[in-house]
Structures are given as C-alpha cells and as structure tokens.
C-alpha cells in the first residue's frame, strides 16, 4: 500500500476532522501517502477533485467543526432516498469513479459517511473498490455502533440551548418547546432533554396526545412550577398523524414545523404563553466536544489499520469500549432506535419526564 484516498459524504457533523487527521496521521506512519477527495463521492469523478493530505494540512483540524474536504448529501452518488429505500448508483458512475481510483494508484478509498452514503460504499466494494467504511451519524441511528461522533456536540449543544431556554422560561413563566435533530430516532431529543432538564420529551418511537402534554403541563402549575420545558425530535407525531413535512425547494420535502405544532396545540390547551424554538443545523456546527475527538481519532485510526489487514469491505464501529471492524453490509438498512421499554426511557419517567403518551 503506497497511496490511500479519503472522503466525508452526507451531512457534516462535529468530529469528521478528528477522522481525517487521524487517517492522515497513522497512515503517514506507515509511510502512506493519503489523498482527500473534495464534496463526497462526487470528487472522484474525473477530472478528480483532490488534494495531498499530509500531517502539516492536518495540523489544527481536529478541534474545527465540518469537514476540510467538503461533503454533499446529493449528487451522483446517492444511495439511499429515506428510511429503506436504497437506490442502485448506475454502473456508469460507479466505474468513472473506478477508472480515477486506479489511475491515481489508490489502494483503498476510506469513506466517512451515515448510512445513505456506506451504501453507495458497499455498491463501491462490491464493483471491485477495496472500501474502507467510518459511520458518521449525528442521529446516533445506526445499528452497527454503539454510537458515532458528532452525536455528543449534539446533544451538549441542545442541553445549554436548554439551560438558556430554561431561564426565560422561568423569568416569563412561560412553555418553550425546542425542536431538535432525529428523523427517525429520538436519541438527541432524549439524551439532550435528560442532560437539560426537560419535562417533556417527545420522540419518533413514542407517538404522542396533545392532551397528554397539557396534561404534564397542568400537573406542573397545580404543583406551583410555572414554567415547562418541552423537547420535540423532528420526527416526533402524534399517534394519530404522521410525520410534518415542510417543502425545501424544488419538490424536495423535508422533516420540520412539528414544534411549532405542538407549542401551538399546548397553548390552545393550556391557556400558557409558549413559544417554540428550532435549533436545526446550529446541532451539526460548532467544535467537537472531547468525546467526538477522541471517537473520530479512533474511528480514523482503526480505518487505516482496517486497510493494512486488507478488510476490506468492513466499516470500523464502536462497542464494548473498544473500536472493531464490522461488515459494512451489517450497518446499511439497520436502524438503531430508542427501544420504548429501554432503560433511558424508564430512568426518564422514573424522573417524571412525560412522553407524552
Ligand atoms: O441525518 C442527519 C440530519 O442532520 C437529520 O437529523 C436532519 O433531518 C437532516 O440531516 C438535515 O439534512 P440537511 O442538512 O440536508 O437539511
């Protein structure tokens, strides 16, 4: 192995430039030379968009949020269009991508990338690119580890957008309902509404009543706490509805306006002043908390060890403490959601935390 490429694809997220520098780092250690394809997949079409990464361009990375290399959730090369629909990237593309990987001298492409886009790696793998996988999610839905950076910025972020909330709240006596991440899976709305103090969390695996909320809310003020904090996953419903869409531009729907929602209905019912605040992309800003640092220089360091056992094919995932190499056909199409009869739900009902069912 002389020259090894790397890429981040889908949506960035705190941690992705811990990754880069530590692929950078241990395969300069070997005496590799790694090359950084720019905006995903698509860098790989020629003419290819790349630069030499090396240990002085890696130098103060870690701690910046995003990504060096740029990254795209569209484009050629998307694999996945929502929850279980993979779609076939057309042999076309896949093999200009091939012809570059070979006329560059690549051995192995390391990909960082949520589930959409280590699909596309195993239809890589599979058409004769040795792949390397690194799962990013910010979601922490993936089902093949345990957890993933980025998933830790997010949910510091949301728990002192809470502690913020939380004192107005209280100043104006007043609900605040703040939506967060998670389109199919609640973990930052639950892990940041535990972390911040929230009364009320309300997540994809657990359809809600509006009554029920304004019943938390009224339990509250009998007990003389005027104020109320509630935590929306964007994929939050209630058990009668699905999700809400809001229109992105050009016929692209995405998840959104259930906070506004639920603040809506809760006034309605609660006769309470309550307002609404949508943290959005500020979750996926920002520096990497010590944590995602520490889990993406892992997650880099064990891809490259990945490729100098020749495993091709296997994406590197967190359990037991420990980083290891899994099949990435093992992490594509598996959701990892908030099981509702877990501990983390019961030790937030234990703290009188209403769901909202
Ligand atoms: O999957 C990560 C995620 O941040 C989701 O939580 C969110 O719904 C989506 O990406 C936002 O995507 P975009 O950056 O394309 O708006």
């Known amino acids: 192995m002389q020259r090894i490429g790397v890429l981040t694809s889908g949506g960035d997220c705190p941690g992705l430039n811990a990754v880069i520098r530590g692929v950078v780092r241990a395969a300069t250690n070997r005496h590799w030379e790694v090359l950084g394809f720019h905006d995903g997949f698509e860098g790989l079409l020629p003419p290819a968009n790349y630069e030499v990464l090396d240990v002085k361009r890696c130098a103060g990375i870690m701690q ?24 076939r990237i057309p042999d076309e593309i896949i093999d200009r991508a091939k012809v570059t990987v070979q006329q560059l001298g690549i051995g192995a492409l390391i990909a960082i990338g949520g589930d959409g886009s280590l699909s596309t790696a195993l239809q890589m ?14 979601d922490n839905d993936l089902e093949a580890t345990a957890t993933s950076f980025g998933f830790d910025s997010a949910v510091a972020f949301v728990s002192e957008a809470l502690d913020r909330l939380h004192t107005t709240a209280s100043s104006h006596k007043r609900v605040m309902v703040i939506e967060v991440m998670g389109r199919h899976a609640g973990w930052i709305a639950l892990y940041g509404g535990l972390a911040g103090g929230a009364d009320v969390i309300l ?3 657990i359809p809600f009543d509006y009554e029920k909320i304004a019943e938390a809310v009224r339990k509250r003020e009998a007990d003389g706490v005027l104020s109320t904090l509630v935590v929306v996953a964007e994929g939050a419903h209630p058990h009668d509805r699905g999700e809400l869409y809001r229109k992105a531009g050009s016929g692209e ?3 959104g306006g259930i906070g506004e929602q639920v603040a809506a209905e809760i006034a309605a019912r609660t006769g309470k002043e309550t307002r609404c605040c949508v943290l959005g992309h500020l979750q996926r800003g920002g520096n990497p908390t010590t944590l995602d640092r520490i889990l993406g220089t892992r997650f880099g360091v064990h891809a490259v060890d990945l490729i100098a056992e020749g495993r091709f094919g296997e994406m590197v995932s967190y359990q037991n403490y420990q980083v290891l190499g899994v099949p990435i056909s093992h992490a594509v199409h598996k959701l990892k959601r908030v099981p509702s009869d877990g501990q983390m739900v019961a030790t937030a009902r234990a ?3 209403s769901f909202g069912d």
């Open 351 to 353: 703290m009188a935390v």
């Open 125 to 138: 793998q599979e058409a004769g690119i040795p792949m390397i996988g690194v799962p990013k999610t910010i």
């Open 203 to 205: 997540i994809p695996e």
């Open 253 to 255: 729907y995405k998840l």
């Open 64 to 87: 910046l949020g995003g990504t060096i290399l740029g990254t795209t959730n569209r484009g050629h090369f998307v694999a996945k269009v929502g929850e279980g629909s993979v779609a």
